[in-house]
């Protein structure tokens, strides 16, 4: 059985080198310098075995995905990664297990230009939190309010991929026949490995009035922005983009998906109406006065995940 | 069954104001200005119910602690504290639990003068992830590499009473008559409410060569100096500070608190040997060419707590 100090070191230590990071792992903390002009942007989110993601989830997966969530976060905010943290809780000190999700996490770091500069190791139900650090230029940061009466809302990517993939992995489709099993495959992989949209910063904090990254749903999502701009968001249901993916597969509600599923971690925004979306965004509707969102055919109401109703 | 959503508004969301904080709780993240000449410091800690305070510890002391431990870190490097977050696990939502918790972590953003900017809240076993950030003139951190040989070792306080009131709160003390019971709590209370030492940050910054909070022991902790600046540390276990409250309890072994205890938040750090340690640090010893800790009539393998081990 290897020591804490021993399995730091050996999986995780050298995922902390980039030329801001003036001390990594290994101290009582991290330095980091920050660009000229810039404000600091930080956001903490944890992830449970059987609650973010299902059991005997590769332990690759698990590592990706918690500092994925977590990224999505800076992605919303329109801002640039720095570095990250990573309190990670594990029921034994399992070699297997740490080298896979330590390859994930380094995955990570590579795609999300993310250094992993310091955490904790504590033996207890599997459990990881991710602490990300990113910059903007001061006073720049993409906010939840600032949607304007008369801005457009747009999303990127596809909606409801993740969601029906984790529905896949949990058996959804084990009483169909026909099934296309490679399309089924690419909509797992949405929910193992999304990719944060940390590529849109630039044009988010050109143009965008407001910005969220779909981690709950569009629709709760959304509702965040409308409580928060203090407006009301109309969307059109038949406007959100569905992969082909998601609407060839047989027994499923592809848009029930998209409205309610959260795990693709795209972002949802408002521009002003007269802006030229790029490609990979999508319209789906328009911000008016008035309070709550509202999407032709579905309940206002209908909320995302809330672990505590 | 109160939502998520209400819980983190109702009981944490007003506790992340400061005139630095530009964003604070409700976001996708905060954003946070640092100071002019100033790189950001990190550093992230978990604390389980059952390894790191007992089960049954009221949620005031167990909020606190959480901070306060994290805090430690900052002060180990001299710098000073600008805001944390805070990922909580917790297995239902206790209102009675949220509202002591809360009002343990009000008090330490209170005390170390630490907003709480962000964070998340999930459900399941009781865990919580508190990451501390702070600034620091460039360059100006106070490491564990630096340790010089001739340099004297000091540490802060007295070494070991929380360890032992942690002892006296598992029932060390039963058996025992002729108990003075206040000062039985009043080691209690240094498990419960440590002291982070913050207000060394300028003293060490100006004159410390290394330093280290005492978190896993004194033996343990001073090894990690002696690893990162390749020397040995020889100290004298006589000089070692106890408390008066330590020495005068029954049936005690106050040295060995002292030496493997870690949670009292005191500091080690190193110093060129002519200068006058302010009020409140004792000398225990001296670095020597070589590597390990040695410490009179005690084997120098022994180590602190170890969550692998």
């Not at 190791?121 to 459990?127: E, I």
């Not at 143009?207 to 203090?230: K, M, N, Q, T, V």
């Not at 949802?268 to 008016?288: N, Y």
Request: charged share 20%.
């Amino acid at each position: 059985m290897a020591s804490e100090f021993d399995l730091i070191y050996r999986y995780l230590a050298h995922l902390g080198r980039a030329p801001h990071v003036t001390l990594s792992v290994g101290d009582d903390a991290a330095t980091l310098g920050l660009s000229a002009g810039c404000e600091l942007v930080v956001s903490t989110d944890t992830i449970l075995e059987g609650r973010h993601f299902p059991e005997e989830t590769l332990p690759e997966y698990v590592g990706y995905r918690a500092v994925a969530a977590a990224v999505s976060d800076l992605a919303a905010m329109a801002a640039r990664p720095i570095a990250m943290t990573l309190a990670l809780t594990i029921p034994d000190a399992d070699e297997l297990w740490m080298h896979g999700f330590a390859n994930g996490v380094a995955q990570a770091v590579d795609a999300f230009k993310l250094p992993l500069v310091g955490g904790d190791l504590t033996r207890g139900a599997l459990s990881i939190t991710v602490t990300v650090m990113g910059e903007v230029a001061l006073g720049r940061a993409v906010k939840r309010e600032g949607a304007k009466v008369g801005d457009q809302i747009a999303v990127t990517g596809t909606l409801g991929d993740a969601a029906a993939g984790l529905a896949i992995i949990g058996g959804a489709l084990a009483g169909e026949s026909h099934v296309d099993w490679a399309l089924a495959e690419q909509l797992e992989q949405r929910f193992f490995k999304p990719l944060p949209k940390l590529d849109w910063a630039p044009w988010l904090a050109a143009h965008a009035s407001s910005a969220i990254d779909i981690s709950d749903g569009l629709l709760a999502d959304l509702s965040h922005i409308a409580r928060a701009s203090g407006v009301r968001l109309a969307i059109d249901s038949h406007a959100v983009p569905l992969s082909k993916a998601l609407q060839a597969l047989p027994g499923f509600s592809p848009l029930e998906f998209a409205l309610k599923g959260g795990d693709d971690y795209e972002l949802a925004f408002t521009a002003p109406a007269d802006v030229t979306l790029p490609l990979g965004a999508t319209r789906i509707g328009f911000v008016e006065a008035g309070t709550g969102v509202e999407c032709a055919g579905v309940d206002s109401e209908q909320s995302g995940y809330d672990h505590f109703l």
